[in-house]
Antibody, heavy 119, light 114 residues
Framework: QVQLVQSGAEVKKPGASVKVSCKASGYTFTGHYIHWVRQAPGQGLEWMGR????????NYAQKFQGRVTMTRDTSISTAYMELSRLTFDDTAVYYC????????????WGQGTLVTVSS | DIVMTQSPDSLAVSLGERATIYCKSSQSLLSSSSNKNSLAWYQQKPGQPPKLLTYWASTRESGVPDRFSGGGSGTDFTLTISNLQAEDVAVYYCQQYYSIPPITFGQGTRLEIK
């Protein structure tokens, strides 16, 4: 079955960078976009961007342009999201999600990775 | 950016009754070429990732109980939960995928048992 498994929780200092991984299994990795969505404590969902695992092409939300980098390694069916210049406001659970293939809605999600920014 | 607005922010409904959540978009989500509305609904329970309920506004995801139904077109959409069960307590989000980037969500509606 389709599964997305994310890396573990991280604690970072302000100004640092964090890189979260999302390992896919149970389907053809290159056939579906991977999206990244974050959720601050007690808040709603916020879309960060997506990557086409086949071509490596990315689209980022304007808010994160210049600070986020999404990459993939097709040899191990893993997508990555790196966020730099962290601030306290970046404390959140970060999710990866797979699109259905015909449009940008998501039928499978990772378990989430808590990133805490603390001095 | 397309702004998605849900109402109400929270809702308390008795077991066995019906709950209706509304979602309004700042521009039409209806594609003239496909005649489909690019709107999805998700359910999120505490400590869990969101779960897809419906897409294309009214297509129920496989395995989702038929108590959940999505409706609407253009800029106005609904998620209706009939015969409310205790396990339906959650936060519900609408999401547009008509215009990307960015994908945008409603602010969420918290559903509780009365």
């Amino acid at each position: 079955q389709v599964q997305l498994v994310q890396s573990g929780a991280e604690v970072k200092k302000p100004g640092a960078s964090v890189k979260v991984s999302c390992k896919a299994s149970g389907y053809t990795f290159t056939g579906h976009y991977i999206h990244w969505v974050r959720q601050a404590p007690g808040q709603g969902l916020e879309w960060m961007g997506r990557i086409n695992p086949n071509s490596g092409a990315t689209n980022y939300a304007q808010k994160f342009q210049g600070r986020v980098t999404m990459t993939r390694d097709t040899s191990i069916s893993t997508a990555y999201m790196e966020l730099s210049r962290l601030t306290f406001d970046d404390t959140a659970v970060y999710y990866c999600a797979r699109d259905r293939g015909d449009a940008d809605y998501w039928d499978s999600w990772g378990q989430g990775t808590l990133v805490t920014v603390s001095s | 950016d397309i702004v998605m607005t849900q109402s109400p922010d929270s809702l308390a409904v008795s077991l066995g009754e019906r709950a209706t959540i509304y979602c309004k978009s700042s521009q039409s989500l209806l594609s003239s070429s496909s005649n489909k509305n690019s709107l999805a609904w998700y359910q999120q329970k505490p400590g869990q990732p969101p779960k897809l309920l419906t897409y294309w506004a009214s297509t129920r995801e496989s395995g989702v109980p038929d108590r959940f139904s999505g409706g609407g077109s253009g800029t106005d959409f609904t998620l209706t939960i009939s015969n409310l069960q205790a396990e339906d307590v959650a936060v519900y989000y609408c999401q547009q995928y008509y215009s990307i980037p960015p994908i945008t969500f409603g602010q969420g509606t918290r559903l509780e048992i009365k």
